[in-house]
């Protein structure tokens, strides 16, 4: 069965002045639009991965999960809490996809290409790549790694989702920069106002 996606809004958005990045408004949608139209036809199911009142999303009708880890420890704990909340809800999905929700202009085959890499190499994880740069925060992963996960955030302190990948056999999938990049993150009122022009 295909993998569940976890959408990733757990963050504090400081270099966007606080807030829910993924509200902010891209082409006359929230950012978060954009990334469910291009994720959700891709997934059995879908969640979103946030902190705070859950009511500020419900217009999209998701699922939201907040960290099950205390203390903000970064994109690891909502990894974490997507496969916790699968293991529960959807016991007979084995894997999940992590996605930003920053990122407007996700491949439309991503899952399919994170799938036939993982087959094809043999791999336990598997990172989406663009222009020679990994973005691990986008990646497939096996839901039986969330007991392990939680002990190295809440025991060993890990906070790079980087460091975890690379503690299995992890691959890459890389996807072609045709105009911007699949993964182009809105981090910044720049990255903004650079997604709208190549909207335009």
């Known amino acids: 069965m ?34 469910i139209a291009r994720i959700g036809p891709q997934v059995p199911a879908l969640l979103l991965n946030a902190n705070g009142d859950p009511a500020r999303f419900a217009q999209w009708g998701l699922p939201v999960a907040a960290d099950v880890i205390p203390d903000y420890p970064g994109p690891l704990a ?6 916790c909340w699968v293991q529960k809800h959807y016991p ?3 894997d999940i996809v992590s996605i930003p929700t920053d990122t407007p202009f996700l491949p439309m085959d991503l899952i399919e290409r994170l799938l036939a890499v993982r087959e094809a190499e043999g791999a336990e994880v598997v990172v989406a790549s663009s222009g020679e740069q990994a973005h691990p925060v986008v990646a497939l992963w ?24 690379r503690r299995y056999a992890v691959a890459y999938a890389d996807f072609p920069v045709i105009g911007i990049d699949p993964f182009f993150n809105v981090n910044r009122p720049g990255d903004l106002e650079l997604a709208q022009s190549f909207i335009a």
């Open 78 to 83: 909502g990894i974490h809490a997507g496969m």
């Open 92 to 94: 007979e999905v084995a």
């Open 2 to 35: 295909k993998p569940a996606g976890v959408l990733l809004a757990g963050g504090v958005a400081s270099r966007m002045g606080g807030g829910d990045k993924s509200l902010r408004m891209l082409a006359r949608q929230p950012i978060l639009a954009h990334v």
């Open 142 to 165: 096996p839901v039986r790694l969330a007991v392990e996960l939680h002990r190295l955030v809440t025991e060993d302190g890990m906070r790079r989702v980087t460091d975890f990948a």
